[in-house]
C-alpha cells in the first residue's frame, strides 16, 4: 500500500536508503539522508521522515529528542502505518509493551498484511502472555504465508499454549505430512516430532504419543529424550515390563540419575525394602564406582539392614575423605532410629580408630589393615557435624577441637567450627573462625562467599563486601559488581543484615534490587522468543515460557520480599521523623551540666555531619561521574535499555505509602507462594494496618487452609475480632459485607468472645511455647491489666524445652517493649535464664563481659606476637630445624 | 596402604598461611615473615606434602654460599604427628635430593638439629647424612640448645670427581610435583 503522503522518487531513493542505514545502525547517516530530505520545502514536514528521524535519534541514544520527533511525525501524518510502526518500535524500546502493542495495531489498521509489523507485534503479545491475541496474530501470519515452517510452528504452538491440544497437534500433523523429504540428523525436525509427542502427553493421550514416538524414533536424535519418554510412557500406560530394560539400559548410560532408579524399582514392581536393597546391591556390584546405588538404600532400609548399609556407606566415605559426607546423610536425621544408628557407627568408628586404626574391633583382631590416617580426623568432624546437627553445641565443640589438634591444617573443620558457633548463636565467634578458614585457601571461592556470609549475620557488611572483592572484578566496586552478577544471596543477606540493624532505607535497596533481578530476568525471555522459533528448541521454549510464568516463585525473591514487607510495616508502625526534625531535643528540662554536655556532643556531631557532608558530596560527583560513563558504556553496547531510578536509601525509608509499597512486593507472594503460610501471615499484618476487613479474613482463611494450627494464626484472629468490633462500633459497614463478616465470625469461634477463645487457645497448647507466645499476646492485647499474667505465661514455661530461636523471639519481645509495653525488669531476668542455658549465644551475653572478651583476644594476639619477636631475635638468619620423626 | 595418596604441590600466596600453620604446630620456634616472603620465591625447593588431599608436611630450603661452597641448606621438613611414619618425609627428602642431583652443581646437603632428636637423626642418616659439626647455643630459647649440623656430600658434574663421594640409592617417580588444589 502506497505512503499516505508520497514523496518524489528522489526522496523516495532518500527514505529508503534512511530504512537501510537504520537496519546497519549506520545513524549518523541516517540523520543525514533524513536532513537533505526534510531540507526540501515541500517535505519539512513529512511525517514519516520525522518519524524515522525520531527512531534514527533514538538508536543514538537521544530519547528525548526520539520522542518529539516521532510524535511531531505521527501527528503530520496519522493515517501511516509507518509511523505507528516506528511509534511502537520506539515504545517497544523504552519496554512499554502495551503501549507498544496498541501503536502495531494502529499501524495495522492502515497496513493489515504488513508481515513485519504482524510479527513485531506477536512477539510482544506472547511477551506480555496476550495468548488470545497472540493465537490471532499467528493464524493471520499463517494465512498470509502458509509455505514457511515458522508459520506453521508458531500458529501450533499458540494452540498449545491456550491448552487446545487438539488443535496444536493436527496443524502439526498436517505439516509433518506435508515434509516430504528429510535429512538424516535434522536436529529442528527431530525437536519438532518431540515437541509433538510433548503436547500428546500433555493431553493424556499417552498410546498416541507412544506410538507416536515408535513411528519416528529412527528420526529423533535426542535418544536420551525418545528412551526416557518412552520408560515413563510404559510405566504410565500399565506396562512395566517393557519399561525395565529401558531403564536399565538407562542406568548404564548414567550411573548417577537418582530419577532412573526410582522408574527403575517401579518397573520392577517391588514393594518390600529389603528386596529393594536387594536390587541396589546387584547395581553396586555392576557400577563399582556408581555413588547412587551405595547412597540410595539408606533412604529404604531400616533396623539392621540400614545399619548395614550405612556402616558400609560411611566407611568408605571416611577412609576416602569425602568433605560432605555428613550432608549426604543429613537428611536421614530427621528419623530419630535412623540419627542414632548413626550416631553409634561414628562413635564405634571414632573408638577404634583411635585405638588402633581400624573402624571396628573385629578388623583390628582380623588383622586387617590399618585405614589410612586421615580417617581419624574425618571421623571426628563428621561427629562434630552430627552432634551439632542435634544441637548439643558442647559435644560438637568437643569433636570439633579434638579433630584441630589432630590435623589444623584441614580447612573444613575450621568452617564446620564456626557453623558450630552460628548455630549456637554467637554470629561473632563463627564469622571468626570461617574468616581464619578463609585466610588459609584464598584461591577457594567457595570458602570466600561463606566468609562472606557469616560476616553478613554478623552485621558485618563493610567486612563482607572486602572479602567479596577479592573475586569480583577490579576497578568497579563489589557491591556494584554483585549487584551486577545478580549475586542475590549477598544482596539478600545484606537486607537482612541492614534489617537487623535498623538500617531501614538500606534495607530496601537491596530488596529492591533483588526485585529489579527478577524483572531482568522476565525481560531477558524477549530475546527467545524469536530465537526459539528459529532454532526449534520448542520443548525448551514452552519450559521457559513456563518457568517465567511463575519466576517470583523462587526462595530467593520470598526472602527478600519478606524482608521488604516486614520493613514497610516497621516504617508503617513506627515512621520515620523527617530528617531536620530529629535535631531537636526537649532542652529545656535539662539541667544546665547535661545541657553543657549536649551542646558539645552537638557540637562534634555537626562538625562531624559537615565532613561527612562534604565527603558525600565528593562521593556524589564520583558516583555521578561513574553512572555518565557508564551510560555512555551501555549506549554504545545496548541502546535499548531504559534508565531505572536509582535507589536512594534515605528516599525509600521516608515514603509517604509504605503498605501500597509493601502489596507491590506482596502480591507476588499470594500469587505464586500461595502455599507458604507466611505469606498469608504477612498479608494479615499489611491488611490489618490497612483496615481491609474481607482482605483480613481472605488471609486468615487461606492460612488457616494451610495448617489451623499455626500458633500466629491465633493472633491474626484475635486481632481481626478486635478490628470487627472497633469498626461496628464506629460506623456499619455495607449490609453484604457485614453478611460476610458475621458469618466468618460465627466459622471462626462462634459464638465465643474474643477472651474465651484465647483462653481456650492457651490451656490447649500450654506445651508449646510458640503457642503460649501469641496466646500471651492475645491476653494482653485483649485486657491490658493483664499484662504480668501474659508475661509470666511464658517466662515460666520450662526453658530446657526451649529452642534457641525459641528463646530469640520471646526475649526480643520483652526487650523492645513492643508487643507487651515496657518490662525491662523482667527482660533483664530472662535474658539471665536464657544465658544459662543457651551459654554461648551472644544476645543473652552482657556487653561488659563480651568487651573483657574482645580486649583479652587482642591482648592474647599482641603477646603472640611479642613472641614471634623474641623468638626472631633468637633464631638467628641460618638457623633451621628439621624437625622430627616421618 | 594402597589407599592413600602422598603428593607435593607449590606454596603460593593462596595457601602460604597453611605452611605457616604447619610450622607453627610441628617445630617449636617461629619463623619471621622474611623466611615466608623467601618461601614464595624459592620454587621447587619449597613444597607442601598432601596427604589424601590434606597438607600435612612441608619442606623449605634454600640455596646456602658461604665457606666458598655451594650447598643446598634444609631450614625445614616436618609433618603433623598423626601422619608421621607414612613415608611422606621420604617423598620430601626425595625431592629435594633429586632436585640437587638434577641441578649438579652443589657440593652438599646439610641441616641443624636438635642434638636430642633421635628420630631425625636416624631418619637422614638412614639417607647418608654424617654428623659434621655440633653447635652449642644454637637455639636460645628451647632446651637442649645445641644442634647437630648433619650433611650429606654431593657428587658435582661440572667439577672433576677428585673428591670422595657415595652412592645413593634413588626412588624417583614418588614425587608429584604439581598439586593444585580447587579454586
Redesign the interface.
Known amino acids: 500500500m502506497p505512503s499516505s503522503d508520497p514523496l518524489a522518487p528522489k526522496e523516495g531513493a532518500l527514505f529508503r536508503k534512511i530504512l537501510k542505514c537504520y537496519e546497519m545502525k549506520q545513524y549518523k547517516n541516517g540523520l543525514k539522508l533524513a536532513k537533505q530530505i526534510l531540507a526540501n520545502p515541500k517535505y519539512t514536514e513529512h511525517g514519516e521522515t520525522l518519524a524515522m528521524k525520531g527512531l534514527t535519534l533514538n538508536g543514538l541514544g537521544r530519547r528525548e529528542e526520539a520522542y518529539k520527533y516521532v510524535r511531531l511525525g505521527l501527528r503530520n501524518d496519522l493515517r501511516s502505518h509507518v509511523c505507528w510502526h516506528v511509534y511502537g518500535l520506539l515504545q517497544r524500546s523504552d519496554k512499554k509493551y502495551d503501549e507498544a502493542i496498541k501503536c502495531y495495531r494502529n499501524a495495522l489498521k492502515w497496513e493489515k498484511d504488513n508481515l513485519q509489523i504482524l510479527k513485531d507485534l506477536s512477539l510482544l503479545q506472547i511477551q506480555m502472555r496476550d495468548l488470545e491475541g497472540y493465537k490471532e496474530t499467528r493464524h493471520h501470519l499463517f494465512t498470509l504465508r502458509p509455505s514457511q515452517h515458522a508459520s506453521w510452528i508458531g500458529f501450533a504452538m499458540s494452540y498449545h499454549l491456550l491448552g487446545d491440544y487438539e488443535m496444536a497437534n493436527n496443524i502439526l500433523e498436517t505439516f509433518s505430512q506435508s515434509q516430504t523429504s528429510i535429512e538424516a540428523h535434522d536436529y529442528r525436525h527431530s525437536e519438532l516430532l518431540l515437541y509433538q509427542s510433548q503436547i500428546l502427553i500433555e493431553s493424556s493421550h499417552l498410546q498416541q504419543a507412544l506410538e507416536h514416538l515408535k513411528k519416528y524414533e529412527s528420526q529423533i536424535v535426542d535418544k536420551l529424550a525418545v528412551r526416557e519418554t518412552m520408560g515413563d510412557l510404559y510405566i504410565k500406560l500399565q506396562q512395566p515390563e517393557k519399561a525395565v530394560p529401558i531403564f536399565d539400559a538407562l542406568i548404564r548410560r548414567n550411573p548417577e540419575n537418582v530419577l532412573y532408579y526410582e522408574q527403575y524399582l517401579i518397573a520392577r514392581q517391588v514393594s518390600e525394602a529389603s528386596e529393594k536393597v536387594a536390587l541396589f546391591r546387584e547395581f553396586q556390584a555392576k557400577y563399582p564406582r556408581a555413588l547412587c546405588p551405595r547412597r540410595l538404600p539408606l533412604n529404604i532400609a531400616t533396623g539392621d539392614a540400614f545399619r548395614e548399609v550405612t556402616d558400609e556407606y560411611l566407611r568408605r566415605g571416611l577412609?576416602?575423605?569425602i568433605p560432605p559426607l555428613f550432608v549426604n546423610v543429613r537428611a536421614l536425621h530427621q528419623q530419630v532410629d535412623k540419627a542414632k544408628t548413626i550416631e553409634a557407627l561414628a562413635l564405634q568408628y571414632f573408638e577404634n580408630l583411635t585405638r588402633s586404626g581400624h573402624f571396628s574391633r573385629e578388623d583390628a583382631d582380623a588383622g586387617a589393615?590399618v585405614?589410612?590416617?586421615?580417617a581419624?580426623?574425618w571421623t571426628a568432624l563428621f561427629l562434630a557435624q552430627h552432634y551439632d546437627y542435634m544441637r548439643d553445641t558442647d559435644r560438637a565443640l568437643e569433636c570439633i577441637n579434638v579433630a584441630i589438634d589432630?590435623?589444623?591444617?584441614?580447612i573444613e573443620l575450621l568452617i564446620t567450627k564456626g557453623r558450630i558457633f552460628k548455630h549456637a548463636g554467637d554470629a561473632v565467634e563463627a564469622y571468626i573462625w570461617l574468616d581464619e578458614a578463609q585466610?588459609?585457601?584464598?584461591?577457594?571461592?567457595y570458602i570466600n562467599s561463606k566468609c562472606a556470609k557469616y560476616m553478613l549475620r554478623a552485621n558485618m557488611i563493610q567486612e563482607a563486601e572486602e572479602i567479596c572483592a577479592k573475586f569480583t572484578r577490579e576497578g568497579v566496586s563489589a557491591m556494584d559488581n554483585l549487584n551486577e552478577m545478580q549475586c542475590m544471596w549477598f544482596q539478600t543477606e545484606c537486607a537482612l543484615a541492614y534489617q537487623r540493624m535498623g538500617r531501614w532505607g538500606e534495607a530496601l535497596k537491596k530488596c529492591h534490587e533483588v526485585d529489579r533481578h527478577f524483572a531482568e530476568i522476565i525481560e531477558d525471555q524477549f530475546d527467545f522468543h524469536t530465537y526459539c522459533m528459529r532454532k526449534m528448541t520448542l520443548r525448551a521454549y514452552v519450559g521457559l515460557l513456563r518457568l517465567e510464568d511463575v519466576l517470583r516463585r523462587h526462595p530467593f525473591y520470598f526472602k527478600a520480599a519478606k524482608c521488604a514487607i516486614e520493613v514497610y510495616i516497621r516504617l508503617y508502625d513506627k515512621p520515620l521523623k523527617s530528617e531536620a526534625t530529629i535535631e531537636e531535643i526537649d532542652i529545656e528540662n535539662l539541667p544546665p551540666s547535661e545541657l553543657k554536655k549536649l551542646r558539645s556532643k552537638q557540637r562534634k556531631a555537626k562538625k562531624k555531619a559537615e565532613l561527612e557532608s562534604a565527603q558525600a558530596a565528593q562521593a556524589q560527583v564520583k558516583r555521578e561521574q561513574h553512572q555518565k560513563s557508564k551510560q555512555q558504556a551501555t549506549q554504545e553496547t545496548d541502546p535499548d535499555a531504559p534508565q531505572l531510578d536509582e535507589l536512594v536509601p534515605e528516599k525509600l525509608e521516608r515514603t509517604d505509602e509504605p503498605l501500597e509499597k509493601a502489596i507491590e512486593f506482596l502480591k507476588p507472594l499470594q500469587q505464586l507462594a500461595k502455599d507458604r503460610i507466611e505469606t498469608h501471615l504477612l498479608a494479615f499484618e499489611v491488611y490489618y494496618r490497612k483496615n481491609k476487613p474481607l482482605l483480613m479474613l481472605q488471609s486468615i482463611r487461606r492460612a488457616r487452609a494451610i495448617n489451623s494450627a499455626h500458633p500466629e494464626l491465633h493472633s491474626c484472629i484475635v486481632r481481626f475480632m478486635k478490628a470487627l468490633k472497633a469498626d461496628s462500633d464506629q460506623r456499619r459497614c455495607n449490609a453484604h459485607v457485614q453478611q460476610v463478616l458475621d458469618k466468618a465470625n460465627q466459622e471462626l469461634i462462634g459464638t465465643k468472645t474474643p477472651q474465651q477463645l484465647n483462653d481456650e487457645f492457651i490451656a490447649k497448647n500450654n506445651a508449646s511455647i510458640l503457642h503460649l507466645y501469641e496466646g500471651a499476646r492475645g491476653l494482653y492485647e485483649l485486657d491490658a491489666s493483664k499484662k504480668d499474667a501474659a508475661i509470666n505465661l511464658i517466662t515460666s514455661f520450662d526453658l530446657s524445652k526451649l529452642r534457641l530461636e525459641e528463646a530469640i523471639k520471646i526475649y526480643m519481645a520483652l526487650r523492645d517493649g513492643d508487643v507487651f509495653g515496657e518490662c525491662e525488669a523482667k527482660a533483664a531476668a530472662y535474658k539471665q535464664a536464657c544465658h544459662n542455658r543457651f551459654q554461648y549465644a551472644r544476645i543473652f551475653r552482657n556487653v561488659e563481659e563480651l568487651e573483657a572478651q574482645l580486649q583479652e583476644k587482642v591482648a592474647a594476639k599482641l603477646r603472640a606476637e611479642q613472641?614471634?619477636q623474641?623468638?626472631?631475635?633468637?633464631?638467628s638468619e641460618?638457623?633451621?630445624?628439621?624437625?622430627?620423626?616421618? | 596402604m594402597t589407599r592413600s595418596s602422598i603428593e607435593l604441590g607449590d606454596v603460593t600466596p593462596h595457601n602460604i598461611k597453611q605452611l605457616k600453620k604447619l610450622n607453627t604446630v610441628v617445630f617449636p620456634v617461629s619463623y619471621n615473615d622474611k623466611f615466608y616472603v623467601d618461601v614464595l620465591e624459592a620454587g621447587e625447593l619449597a613444597k607442601l606434602a598432601y596427604y589424601n588431599d590434606i597438607v600435612v608436611g612441608a619442606v623449605c630450603c634454600r640455596i646456602d654460599s658461604t665457606e666458598n661452597q655451594r650447598r643446598l641448606y634444609i631450614m625445614t621438613l616436618g609433618c603433623l604427628s598423626p601422619y608421621r611414619r607414612l613415608g611422606i618425609g621420604t617423598v620430601m627428602f626425595e625431592h629435594i635430593l633429586n632436585y640437587a642431583e638434577n641441578d649438579g652443581n652443589f657440593d652438599s646437603i646439610f641441616l641443624h638439629v636438635q642434638i636430642n632428636n633421635n628420630g631425625a637423626i636416624e631418619f637422614y642418616k638412614k639417607f647418608g647424612f654424617e654428623i659434621v659439626d655440633t653447635k652449642e647455643q644454637y637455639y636460645k630459647r628451647i632446651e637442649p640448645a645445641d644442634a647437630h649440623v648433619l650433611q650429606k656430600t654431593l657428587r658435582r658434574k661440572n667439577t672433576p670427581p677428585n673428591s670422595h663421594h657415595q652412592n645413593h640409592h634413588l626412588t624417583n617417580g614418588a614425587v608429584n610435583e604439581k598439586k593444585e588444589r580447587r579454586t
Open positions: 577412609r576416602k575423605g589393615p585405614e589410612p590416617a586421615s581419624l580426623v589432630h590435623t589444623p591444617t584441614l585466610s588459609m585457601d584464598t584461591a577457594d571461592r613472641e614471634q623474641l623468638n626472631h631475635l633468637d633464631v641460618s638457623a633451621g630445624m628439621a624437625d622430627a620423626a616421618f
